[in-house]
């Protein structure tokens, strides 16, 4: 039990362009999702805080109007990449939370962005 | 906010030996301390996690100790093989299930 998917797991896209990044949790309803982002070689960064009905908590130094995060359903969250740009590759991960009592956070499989 | 410190950045071990990864964590109020392994390209991956009303948590070859006091946490490997090689990630919480995680230790098993 306990699966988180992400769609696409890779995707390349020119500068400029935006991207959606989409995580589901499969077997489980998760209220909270995370989102995080992992440049080579480094640890895993909280973007932000993604709440189902209602609006993302974002971290210092994150641009909310550059990374959409929409939390339509209990099941899935978005993550949207605006007007990309090659500094914006990267490996982002999606990780959802079963419950309101649970600590343990499932991760997605990933998604590697490359702007060209 | 809470800052979360790992040492060593990078851990070589002979196949066998024992390897120890340690975390100190800024923010008393921390009650949940995740450890995760990561191979390249892949999702973290939980291999064992505590709260702060234990101090010490064993699994198979893999153990947690953490000292509060000290605010500060370790994981240790005993009978490595080289499958342990990946990175690996502390991580501590204070409620809100938001984590902060290390900066990772890149752990090389030799065979």
């Known amino acids: 039990g306990a699966v988180v998917s992400q769609h696409p797991s890779r995707v390349i896209c020119k500068s400029g362009t935006s991207v959606k990044i989409e995580c589901r949790s499969l077997?489980?309803?998760?209220?909270?999702m995370f989102w995080y982002r992992q440049f080579p070689k480094q640890s895993l960064m909280l973007m932000a805080t993604s709440n189902e009905g209602s609006k993302a908590t974002y971290e210092q130094g994150v641009e909310k109007d550059k990374f959409l995060i929409n939390h339509a359903s209990l099941t899935l969250s978005t993550l949207t990449v605006t007007s990309a740009h090659p500094e914006d590759s990267s490996f982002y991960i999606c990780s959802a939370v079963p419950g309101s009592t649970s600590n343990e956070q499932f991760f997605g499989p990933g998604t590697r962005l490359t702007v060209l | 906010g809470e800052n979360v410190e790992q040492h060593p950045s990078t851990l070589s071990v002979q196949e066998g030996d024992s390897a120890v990864i340690k975390c100190t964590y800024s923010?008393?109020?921390?009650?949940?301390f995740p450890w995760y392994k990561q191979e390249l390209g892949k999702r973290p991956q939980l291999i064992i996690d505590?709260?702060?009303?234990?101090g010490e948590k064993k699994d198979q070859r893999i153990a947690v100790t953490l000292n509060k006091t000290a605010k500060h946490f370790s994981l240790h490997i005993t009978e490595t093989q080289p499958e342990d090689s990946a990175v690996y990630f502390c991580?501590?919480?204070?409620?809100?299930?938001?984590?902060?995680f290390g900066a990772g230790t890149i752990l090389r098993v030799k065979s």
């Open positions: 923010d008393s109020a921390s009650n949940y």
């Open positions: 991580a501590a919480s204070k409620g809100g299930n938001k984590l902060v």
């Open positions: 077997d489980f309803q998760a209220t909270t």
């Open positions: 505590i709260r702060s009303n234990v």
